[in-house]
């Protein structure tokens, strides 16, 4: 089912036939436009990802951040409710259906339906480079408001050319890629992450360990 338009108050209740207590008011999104919780461990053997990437909508760029980060794994379309850690970024683009999604699932975890997971921030990701229309930043602002905090990635035009296993990760274990110069224009994603991604890499690796260790 496409996402609906994110003022659309009709599509939501108040209401949930779960048995987890809902803040009075909420306003929980139908259980179709719901994320699933995993019952079974989403990690598999080796050092467990620290921080997962949930994706709201289909090509929201969840590969991508996988690969660049590190110290992140994908959710696989569902809350990693049965992993040792369950701090979640959400991840959208920044198109309407993409932030409709984004604001589904954050409204899915202000509910706390989400099988005891903790969405640490809300990263998005460019549909297009350039500013965003008035009516997406406004869309954009909502979404944002709903999320404990926001990461607006960059647009990296040479991410088209690569294959997520071509690209070049970063780790908070490692030192930072070089500043980049005049010449960053030749250093491609497979070389060096992007620097603005490396720098919202660090804000969520500190958001998932403070997350970690105040549970």
């Given amino acids: 089912m496409a996402a609906q338009p994110i003022d659309d108050h009709q599509l939501y209740t108040d209401d949930t036939t779960g048995s987890t207590p809902v803040p009075a008011g909420l306003r929980i999104p139908p259980v179709e436009r719901q994320a699933p919780i995993h019952p079974d461990p989403v990690a598999g053997p080796g050092r467990p990802p620290v921080m997962w990437l949930l994706g709201a909508h289909g090509g929201a760029g969840v590969s991508t951040l996988a690969r660049v980060w590190a110290p992140a794994a994908d959710a696989l379309g569902g809350w990693p409710a049965a ?15 993409g932030l409709a999604a984004a604001h589904d699932l954050l409204l899915q975890a202000a509910a706390g339906l989400v099988g005891g997971c903790t ?34 990635l960059p647009w990296v035009p040479d991410l088209r050319v690569h294959t997520a296993d071509d690209l070049a990760p970063w780790s908070p274990a490692e030192p930072d890629p070089t500043p ?34 105040t549970r």
């Fill in 83 to 97: 992993d040792r850690y369950r701090s979640v970024i959400v991840v959208a683009r920044t198109h309407r259906t």
């Fill in 119 to 152: 969405v640490i921030g809300l990263a998005l990701v460019p549909d297009a480079p350039g500013k965003l229309p008035k009516t997406l930043r406004r869309s954009a602002d909502v979404v944002a408001s709903a999320a404990p905090v926001v990461w607006h």
């Fill in 180 to 213: 980049p110069s005049r010449l960053r224009a030749q250093v491609t994603s497979a070389a060096s992450p992007h620097p603005g991604l490396v720098a919202a890499g660090h804000a969520a690796f500190d958001a998932a360990r403070t997350a970690a260790t």
